[in-house]
């Protein structure tokens, strides 16, 4: 399995304060992305749904270039700090900066023009539409350009850039195939596919690896590991495995709330990591 080290990115930035324990005995391995400006930055955010407090007091500082798994439990609040700073609602407390932006009150369709792209938890491609038809759609959706009758020269340009994207998650082979008959895995693979295509500078996937065989995951595994240098990813997983492969920094969720931080490596050797899942595993047999 890949280490931390060996990604060259993901290493935390110095001023990322702590809220819960930290892991190891103080291992900052110092990075060319330590003098950068975080791409992400989050202070203080929270969100309530009713009674329900989601997410609690979250700081996060994500620099460019970064590869960053948040991982915990079902419920922990991954999905909804995801839906914070991509802006479908906003926090009920803290802020949120993209790209050295104050976004937290901006609406979501501002946020692809500070490049970002995301992915759901639950696929939205259209079944019914080729590989091609779908990142064509998402480049249309990222441009805000209006569907015409006839093909424009923008029309061509970006069939020809979605046909590359879908090459670059080898589904090349399969680019006028239409979506319901492809594998979930190679489905999966169309959602990077797509938030890649638009050339994002910070992509967030929602647990890519879910629903996926042992095969497809190692898969996306290697897929997400070759993703272009200068993207900042971060990843959602369920999956520990993939998690602590793809990423070079892994923050832990639980109950809302941010509890341990650190490589792959202090992740994996961690007790309350442990814990965690120990615990959440056995309301989750039979998923
Ligand atoms: N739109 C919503 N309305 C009400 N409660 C919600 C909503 N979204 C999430 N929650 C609740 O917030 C908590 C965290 O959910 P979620 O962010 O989906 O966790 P995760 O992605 O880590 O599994 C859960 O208790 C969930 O039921
Ligand atoms: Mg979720």
Redesign the pocket.
């Known amino acids: 399995m890949t280490d931390a080290v060996g990604n060259g990115v993901g290493d935390r930035p110095e001023s990322v304060p702590h809220n819960g324990q930290s892991v190891g005995d103080g291992l900052q391995s110092v990075s060319h992305t330590d003098s950068l400006e975080p791409i992400l930055r989050l202070r203080g955010v929270g969100r309530r749904?009713?009674g329900?407090q989601?997410v609690r007091d979250v700081d996060l500082d994500v620099a460019p270039g970064e590869r960053r798994a948040i991982l915990?439990p079902?419920?922990?609040?991954?999905?909804?700090l995801f839906n914070l700073v991509a802006g479908d609602f906003p926090p009920t407390s803290g802020t949120i900066e993209v790209a050295g932006q104050d976004v937290t009150h901006l609406p979501a369709r501002v946020r692809p023009k500070l490049g970002l792209a995301r992915t759901y938890q639950k696929t939205r491609l259209f079944p019914g539409l080729s590989v091609v038809d779908n990142i064509v759609l998402a480049l249309i959706g990222h441009d805000g350009v209006r569907l015409r009758a006839f093909p424009s020269r923008g029309d061509r340009a970006r069939r020809a850039r979605a046909r590359l994207a879908a090459e670059q998650v080898w589904l090349g082979p399969k680019a006028d195939a239409l979506v319901r008959d492809l594998s979930h895995g190679e489905q999966r693979q169309l959602e990077v596919g797509m938030a890649s295509a638009v050339e994002p500078r910070l992509m967030m996937l929602d647990e890519p690896a879910s629903g996926l065989s042992r095969g497809e995951r190692e898969r996306l595994t290697e897929l997400l590991v070759g993703l272009p240098a200068d993207v900042t990813l971060i990843l959602i997983e369920h999956d520990m495995d993939v998690a602590l492969t793809v990423a070079g920094y892994v923050t832990m969720?639980h109950d809302g709330r941010k509890v341990v931080e650190g490589t792959p490596a202090e992740i994996r050797a961690n007790q309350m990591v442990h814990e965690i899942y120990l615990g959440s595993r056995f309301h989750e047999e039979g998923e």
């Open positions: 749904f009713g329900v989601a915990g079902n419920g922990a609040g991954k999905t909804t969720m």
